[in-house]
């Protein structure tokens, strides 16, 4: 039985068509100036491929489906447009207004949000708390009627397209180290400054930005669910972000695999095909049943978040296979193509380098080991047969 249903199946070709004539084409350009231009957004939004499961009254489809979001993660990566960071605008820091929202700030921010006039951002990551999240310094401090938000932060993915950024800091005592506030800072307020778009090891094409606090007055209107509860909120989120980077990785993982293929079947050694090498042979059917499987446990628990009953333990394990796996391929994929796969014109060269920021981002792979290993040995453990 397919894993999605007709319409999502006709949503898929469009959205397809979309990024192989209005994405694809320009990502090259795109990479060279060092962001997505934020027409990509717009042109989007005005598909209605940015963001589904906001209610109608929002712009949106109203369906909450996240196969809809599955799609456009693996058709982004089949065509390799993964620098644009559309499911970080519609589905990583969306969902915090679906979440945590007022509904005045649902009917002034997600509109827009809907329509790829305003692109999000959010900005958890400090120089010295990144995993740890409690180890960060910057700071709000209540006003009365506003916050006053002080501090810094880095590495931050669509740091200088954002027209709206959700801030985490600490309030409180420095010994209280969970008491967070989430802030919705926008785009012009005073104090707010961004600075320099970081150079990477790979993935050029996607801004990413240091961002700067200097005595901003945030308005109470734009406190994101409730004060001291930050952290908290922050944890709710990230079993959702850390699947959506397996359904990320795995997918590139099968294009490494399919671009490799092509080209051990096309690239001739010593009279035969690369193709017709039994190593060739053992290590890609290696990584066919690899990728299979995890493939088989992400969408497993893609079932579990529609349903509710993903957790942590869960989206670690998918997170830490999917980008172990994914690094797998791309190592194999490079040693295949030989000399060509370290040729830029080669598109395994640059999924070689884009990919190597997966092991880390939305939570180390070591870190995704103490998750799973303390569930191993809590006793609420239980495997996904039981």
Not at 3 to 32: C, G, H, V
Not at 57 to 67: E, I, V
Not at 131 to 153: C, I, P
Not at 186 to 208: A, C, H, I, S, V
């Amino acid at each position: 039985m397919s894993r999605f249903t007709e319409e999502q199946n006709l949503f898929r070709q469009s959205y397809r068509k979309f990024l192989e004539t209005e994405i694809a084409p320009n990502m090259d350009k795109w990479r060279e100036a060092g962001i997505v231009d934020r027409s990509a957004f717009k042109k989007a939004g005005d598909l209605g491929f940015l963001m589904i499961w906001p209610e109608e009254k929002y712009g949106g489809m109203g369906d909450s489906d996240f196969r809809y979001e599955q799609i456009i993660i693996e058709e982004t990566a089949r065509v390799g447009c993964h620098e644009w960071f559309n499911t970080l605008h519609s589905r990583l820091v969306g969902t915090y207004f679906e979440r945590f929202g007022t509904e005045e700030q649902k009917e002034r921010f997600l509109p827009k949000c809907v329509s790829g006039d305003t692109i999000l951002a959010i900005a958890m990551t400090e120089p010295g708390a990144g995993s740890d999240l409690a180890g960060m310094r910057s700071t709000a401090v209540d006003a009365g009627d506003h916050y006053v938000l002080n501090g810094s932060k880095t590495y931050i993915s669509n740091g200088l397209n954002a027209d709206v950024v959700i801030v985490a800091a600490k309030v409180g005592s420095a010994s209280e180290r969970h008491s967070m506030v989430l802030l919705i800072v926008e785009r012009g307020m005073e104090g707010f400054e961004r600075g320099r778009n970081l150079k990477k090891m790979g993935m050029p094409g996607q801004d990413t930005a240091e961002l700067f606090f200097h005595d901003v007055k945030v308005p109470k209107a734009n406190v994101l669910g409730v004060a001291g509860r930050g952290f908290y909120q922050l944890m709710e989120g990230l079993a959702e972000e850390r699947l959506i980077s397996a359904v990320g990785t795995s997918s590139n993982a099968r294009r490494a695999f399919d671009l490799t293929r092509a080209y051990c079947m096309d690239r001739k050694l010593f009279g035969k095909t690369l193709a017709d090498q039994q190593n060739t042979q053992f290590r890609m059917a290696e990584m066919d049943a690899e990728i299979d499987l995890i493939q088989v446990y992400v969408d497993h628990c893609v079932k579990a978040l529609n349903e509710g009953r993903l957790n942590a333990n869960m989206a670690a394990k998918a997170k830490m296979l999917a980008s172990e796996i994914e690094w797998k391929m791309l190592d194999l994929g490079v040693q295949l193509h030989g000399g060509a796969g370290f040729m830029d014109e080669f598109p395994i060269s640059r999924m070689f380098t884009d990919a190597r920021i997966n092991r880390i981002l939305a939570g180390s792979s070591e870190v995704m080991r103490l998750i799973i290993g303390r569930d191993v040995f809590s006793n609420r453990y239980s495997s996904m047969l039981d």
